[in-house]
């Protein structure tokens, strides 16, 4: 008998959905761009059985996979879950085995010592297979056209690294998959890696090295010649594990750091060099990240404060709304100088964003278009109390050439879910093409699949794919082309 939690997490615009099924040609409102052939992919946290604890973290739930296939002006939608180890048993079982987020210490001793992931965070084609990720956990492979689970992978024996990042990035000169892993050889240690995959899905690289301090590493950045990482003080412990607390604590007397690796032949830990932010702060997801011979530029939106409520500040100091709005930031250092020091910190936008995209052709390399939502806090919300976090109501484009941002409001009732973008051809200019996101309308329970003109999405949607359902609260996703799906 499922009696899911009646807190914040659990109800209004958070209910869990958990439905697995399929649409064939969704209701279109508008137009889809004929041309466009291809699917997009994306996860969110849905917990298969009522959680183990009542304060469950959202970061907890079981990866739901939607996929939304284009073709001939056509959408057909699809969504199961990706059946990790964790699924199948508690499936099996009926009931929740996994207990708190990340805490082993928490589970049922019937699941000692099997993989806990969830595979809730980003799915990408690569290789002919959906990579379904969570940081915790090795990677798990999919059917890019079924969405059916094969299991979990380490490349044929060949990672060492028991983890894989949620995060990884295409170079578009070679086709590599860039991916890193941390608490590399298991929970709580320090030992971090990067790897290089194939475009064919082989292991060709993994460089092993150890973090300043224990903390969640979410994401990084690429560029033609560096790997970036941001280490920021969401720390964790086993004194918190023991105490069954939230996984990750913020602490602002930590310092932050950027750390560079160079990507070349037999580069090594010794090769990293550690810069030291100016001030404490939060760091968010990676836009992108690009180098002018020795500098790195690496843009993320930059917080003064915590901007996750649910794993608070480690002194038990009250959560900060405000300083925990975040905003586009520049940060440059250069692998020419001895200093540990920045050599700049630029603000690229005022309005506070997360969940920034690019045109991925441009990864690692300089750029000038970008996506990302916004917290419009002007704006009024009439959606149901339960609202999880700050609602991002705004979808924006910024041209870094020129600072000019572009804004698409959804209106009262609606958050806008991590935009995609998506080329109109393979050799077209960068940042021509079309935008996808989906609109959730808390009030009515629907959601609408969007797709906007790329560089004008201040003239909304040009087309909205109407699902007769409303799909949670997600996290990341990727276009793939009919030729990368396999179709
Ligand atoms: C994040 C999300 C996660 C997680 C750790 O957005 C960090 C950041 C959906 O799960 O486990
Ligand atoms: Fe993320």
Redesign the pocket.
């Known amino acids: 008998m499922a009696h899911f939690p009646t807190n914040p997490g659990f109800t209004g615009a958070m209910r869990p959905v958990r439905l697995q099924g399929d649409i064939v040609d969704v209701e279109i409102e508008g137009e889809v761009p004929d041309t466009l052939d291809g699917a997009f992919y994306r996860v969110h946290?849905d917990p298969q059985f009522t959680p183990k604890y009542p304060d469950d973290q959202f970061?907890n739930g079981d990866g739901m996979v939607s996929m939304f296939r284009f073709k001939g002006g056509k959408v057909d939608f699809k969504q199961r879950f990706a059946q990790t180890d964790k699924w199948k048993l508690e499936n099996a079982a009926g009931k929740a085995l996994f207990g708190a987020y990340r805490n082993h210490l928490t589970d049922d001793p019937a699941v000692a010592g099997q993989i806990r992931g969830t595979a809730?965070?980003n799915v990408m084609v690569h290789a002919g297979k959906l990579y379904a990720m969570?940081?915790d956990s090795p990677l798990l492979l999919m059917d890019p056209l079924s969405l059916d689970t094969f299991g979990y992978t380490d490349f044929g024996g060949k990672q060492a690294s028991q983890t894989f990042c949620a995060h990884p990035k295409i170079d578009p000169a070679t086709g590599n998959m860039c991916a890193f892993s941390y608490m590399s050889k298991g929970p709580l240690t320090l030992d971090m890696s990067y790897m290089e995959i194939s475009p064919a899905g082989e292991l060709l690289s993994e460089i092993p090295f150890k973090n300043k301090y224990l903390c969640?590493m979410?994401d990084f950045g690429v560029t033609e010649d560096y790997v970036v990482f941001n280490v920021m003080p969401c720390i964790t412990g086993l004194d918190r594990l023991e105490k069954n607390m939230p996984y990750f604590g913020f602490d602002h007397a930590m310092p932050v750091w950027m750390a560079v690796l160079p990507r070349k032949e037999g580069a090594t830990a010794k090769d990293m060099r550690w810069f030291q932010a100016p001030h404490n702060c939060f760091t968010g997801h990676v836009m992108n990240a690009f180098n002018d011979g020795t500098k790195v530029c690496f843009d993320l939106p930059i917080a003064a404060k915590n901007s996750f409520p649910f794993f608070p500040d480690v002194t038990g100091a009250p959560f900060d709304p405000v300083g925990g709005m975040s905003y586009l930031t520049r940060w440059t250092v250069d692998m020419a100088s001895n200093r540990d020091s920045f050599e700049k910190v630029e603000k690229l936008s005022n309005q506070a964003d997360e969940f920034p995209r690019i045109d991925d052709r441009y990864a690692t390399r300089a750029y000038r278009h970008g996506w990302m939502l916004v917290f419009d806090v002007t704006k009024p919300y009439e959606g149901p109390g339960g609202a999880f976090m700050a609602i991002t109501n705004t979808l924006t484009h910024i041209d870094l050439a020129t600072g000019r941002e572009k804004s698409w409001w959804a209106g009262p009732q609606c958050g806008v879910q991590e935009p995609c973008f998506i080329p109109k051809s393979a050799n077209a200019p960068e940042g021509e093409g079309w935008v996808v996101a989906l609109v959730d309308n808390h009030v009515t329970n629907y959601s609408d699949l969007c797709i906007f003109d790329a560089q004008h999405v201040d003239e909304g949607p040009i087309g909205r794919a109407r699902l007769p359902i409303r799909i949670r609260q997600g996290?990341h996703g990727n276009f793939a082309s009919a030729a990368q799906m396999g179709a």
Do not use: I, S, V
Request: no cysteine.
């Open positions: 946290p970061f809730n965070t969570k940081e969640m979410h996290l």
